[in-house]
């Protein structure tokens, strides 16, 4: 990848970078004062000239980003990689199962019903207990304690879910009991052969569409009363919009080990929420939390999968522990993890809109069902409540939101959880108000816009506008479509209002060494990939005017952090962040009287002389509930595909995207969030499909053959990314915003771009552009080439 930094005087910096295309051999050369990553068969005597071959090979991706930051103010808003890139680039840094193999450690793997419902009427373990190699077979019976791996009480959870299942079979594939083995392998193989015994099999319920119809599946969670509604109704519309599963694609899988120690049980995990892990397996093995200490470094990849999904084979290890009093590693293989795992909420609406001739909501009535899986254990619906409306005037909106049960495993967090699925639903409702009154879709947004809203919205609107010289591309799309048959192109824009608020207990500890003056953090955080361990640093590096090299941020463990929320809501970073400035205001005033002593210390010579005079070189600092703040974050995206009408493959040609992340602490890292989670959002719109059997319930694309996330050609061919400017949040967070999510929520454009692509083709098929097409799920190849309606008269010459 070629990446450079160009400052110009006011602190604005442009990142450019280009994936290079593949199969080729590259060298690094420099090229007009910039070091850049060429292919070999350009690299000659032309390219010394100044002169470079263009191949008819188009780069993976190029684009640009552009942010704005105070040199003044660095290292806060200095644009710097990840602290611990290096080490994950080259493979060197550890992750839980890197931990070397212990003495006499065992495995464990899960042995899975193969019922979709019933009852469970015993479980025949003896063919797999013969195998060699393997130890024990447990089930729920064998559990000490409560039988449950979500914590009951906490903040969001209102239900116990089994470990294992103790009688009713609640979807297909659920855990019904573990096998313990001397090797993975041999656990993985002897789990296979356990086989339960079942009644009263009956056929599952799968599609939220369906079970919405049955009064026993359904409960209003909550509902939303208008409090106008408009007369000028000109049109009456109806519609739908239904949305399915996303796997949680982890580099690393659901990974723990649980080692007996002389005070009780040390857990290392993959996880999000080691106070949860702690709390259950107290619960389940009926011991005292103390005894209980969770370690985690990092996480490979989470996206809210390793929030309450991790504790069922944390305390599934730790259970083996405990009762064989040997050292127990649980790693979960990826059909497992998608056959018996929760997943993104699915959700269906329905809606009636009735609108004026200028496409100007007079009223909405609109139904909201989401799909819990077989329990409404995470209510994770409210999350999205107070963004119902998303930007737009909710004086008219009349909104029900009600929780749904599916025949399911329990589906859980998922990065934008709640939000992502009624930002889609609004920006749906508008895109069908545009079709079918033919007006221009960004004119029918801007109609609709709330007063609360206005101002920033349009404000980024006229900014990516002239930036995606979207004018320009409107007008050649045009062209485009008129003059070709088989593909065509699409240019939609989509508009985002992303609420944050994630009250939690959150802490952070600041060491001192006195002899070098190096720093030392650790803190009730997870470092899973969002850049919270760099950013802590930077703050810290900011408030105590030291250098970062200076500067370690440790791993995080239940007795140095006790008690601490998960790590989610794209929030942590932002309370950790106030977490160590904390530290660093308390260690300051401590060494105030030194400084003054001493005149003008150097770090080195002021913390040796503080030590010298008995002064505390530790601070601890907190972040409570109370301390949390509501704030909006907006964007603006304008996406073009290229959509071959015959084989229903798509191209992203181009994506710009503007966000509002206030005052950015560190704007590479918030870069590469705002990337990924749009990425994140195009595989769940294109091509991210889950395939059940229907009959059974049974997961069939449980693998990478059949389950598919974007790839290196998937992602956008330009990618240009902008910071919303001037913009802060409050001073508390140093005036940043969150950034982990929000774009997640904006790869909504995506489809819509595809469908005026496929609108396009229909309309030469004799069919008008002002007819709705319903597409329920990701818009795959299939998908597109059943909506552009193709005739055999089609293909005829003439």
């Known amino acids: ?54 191949h008819d090979t188009r780069p993976v991706s190029s684009g640009c980003q552009v942010i704005r930051t105070d040199p003044t103010l660095w290292p806060l808003t200095k644009p710097i990689p990840k602290l611990e890139a290096l080490l994950q680039c080259s493979g060197e840094a550890v992750y839980t199962d890197d931990m070397p193999p212990i003495k006499n450690e065992v495995f464990i793997s899960f042995a899975l019903s193969t019922a979709p419902l019933g009852h469970l009427d015993f479980i025949d373990p003896s063919r797999a207990l013969k195998e060699p190699g393997v130890t024990a077979f447990y089930s729920a019976k064998d559990i000490p304690g409560l039988n449950s791996f979500t914590p009951l009480g906490k903040k969001l959870y209102v239900a116990n879910e089994e470990i294992f299942c103790s009688g009713e079979v609640k979807y297909y594939n659920q855990a019904i009991g573990m096998i313990v083995a001397e090797t993975q392998q041999i656990a993985d193989r002897a789990a296979k052969l356990v086989i339960g015994h079942y009644s009263k099999i009956r056929k599952p319920i799968l599609d939220v569409k369906f079970a919405k119809n049955d009064p026993k599946r359904v409960s209003l969670y909550t509902s939303i009363e208008a409090t106008d509604r408009g007369l000028d109704v000109y049109k009456v519309i109806h519609g739908s919009m239904t949305i399915y599963q996303q796997y949680h694609f982890c580099m690393e899988t659901l990974t723990s080990i649980s080692i007996p120690v002389e005070d009780g049980l040390e857990v290392h995990a993959a996880t999000q929420y080691t106070e949860a892990i702690q709390v259950m397996t107290s619960r389940a093995l009926n011991i005292d939390q103390a005894k209980v200490d969770v370690h985690v470094r990092r996480v490979g990849g989470a996206y809210g999968y390793k929030i309450s999904r991790a504790i069922q084979g944390a305390v599934a290890a730790s259970l083996a522990a405990y009762l ?48 819990n899986g077989y329990i409404v254990n995470e209510t994770l619906i409210m999350i999205g409540i107070p963004i119902y409306n998303n930007c737009y005037k909710k004086t008219k909106w009349n909104y029900k939101f009600y929780n749904t049960i599916t025949d399911t495993a329990s589906n859980s967090w998922f990065r934008s959880p709640g939000t992502l699925e009624i930002i889609a639903n609004a920006e749906f409702i508008l895109e069908k108000i545009a079709y079918e009154m033919s007006l221009d879709p960004v004119q029918v947004r801007l109609a609709n816009l709330d007063n609360d809203n206005r101002d920033a919205i349009v404000e980024m609107w006229e900014n990516i506008r002239a930036k995606s010289q979207y004018d320009e591309r409107r007008a050649h799309v045009q062209k485009f479509n008129a003059q070709n048959r088989w593909l065509k192109r699409g240019l939609r824009v989509s508009f985002m209002r992303w609420s944050s608020e994630n009250p939690q207990f959150i802490s952070a500890n600041l060491s001192i060494f006195y002899e070098d003056g190096s720093v030392a953090i650790t803190h009730g955080g997870v470092e899973i990939g969002q850049g919270i361990d760099t950013k802590a640093a930077q703050i810290c590096a900011y408030f105590l005017k030291i250098p970062l090299s200076k500067i370690q941020v440790k791993q995080q463990i239940t007795f140095i952090s006790p008690n601490v929320g998960e790590t989610g809501g794209s929030v942590t970073s932002l309370n950790i962040g106030l977490a160590v400035q904390k530290c660093c205001e308390e260690i300051l005033r401590r060494l105030e009287p030194v400084r003054k002593t001493l005149g003008n210390p150097t770090w080195e010579e002021l913390v040796e002389a503080a030590f010298l005079n008995n002064i505390d070189l530790q601070a601890r600092g907190t972040v409570n509930p109370a301390e949390s703040f509501p704030y909006d974050i907006y964007g603006v995206i304008v996406t073009e595909v290229e959509t071959d009408i015959i084989t229903g493959q798509t191209e992203i040609k181009r994506v710009d995207l503007i966000e509002d992340v206030g005052q950015s602490v560190s704007p590479i890292i918030d870069v590469g969030q705002i990337e990924g989670a749009f990425i994140m959002g195009l595989g769940y719109w294109t091509c991210e499909k889950m395939e059940y059997e229907p009959k059974t319930g049974e997961v069939l694309s449980d693998r990478t053959w059949n389950y598919w996330v974007p790839q290196a050609r998937d992602i956008p061919q330009d990618f240009r990314v902008y910071f919303r400017e001037k913009s802060r949040n409050y001073e508390i967070y140093l005036g940043a915003k969150a950034t982990g999510e929000p774009a997640t929520s904006l790869a909504v454009a995506v489809p819509f771009a595809m469908r005026e692509a496929i609108a396009s083709a229909r309309q030469d098929s004799g069919i008008p552009t002002t007819q709705w097409f319903q597409i329920d799920g990701p818009y795959t190849t299939e998908q597109i080439c059943l909506a552009a309606a193709t005739k055999f008269e089609d293909f005829k010459y003439y």
């Open 1 to 54: 990848m070629q990446e450079f930094l160009k400052e110009d005087m006011s602190g604005k910096i442009i990142v450019n970078v280009l994936l290079p295309p593949l199969t080729r051999d590259y060298k690094l050369v420099t090229f007009k004062g910039l070091l850049r990553l060429c292919p070999l068969d350009i690299v000659g005597p032309r390219y010394k000239s100044g002169e470079v071959t263009v």
């Open 324 to 371: 064989l009093n040997r050292p127990c590693r649980y790693i979960q293989p990826l059909t497992t993890n998608t056959r018996a795992v929760g997943k993104r909420l699915p959700c269906t609406t329905e809606y009636e809109v009735g609108v004026n001739a200028e496409g100007v909501i007079q009223y909405i009535n609109c139904d909201l069902y989401t799909d």
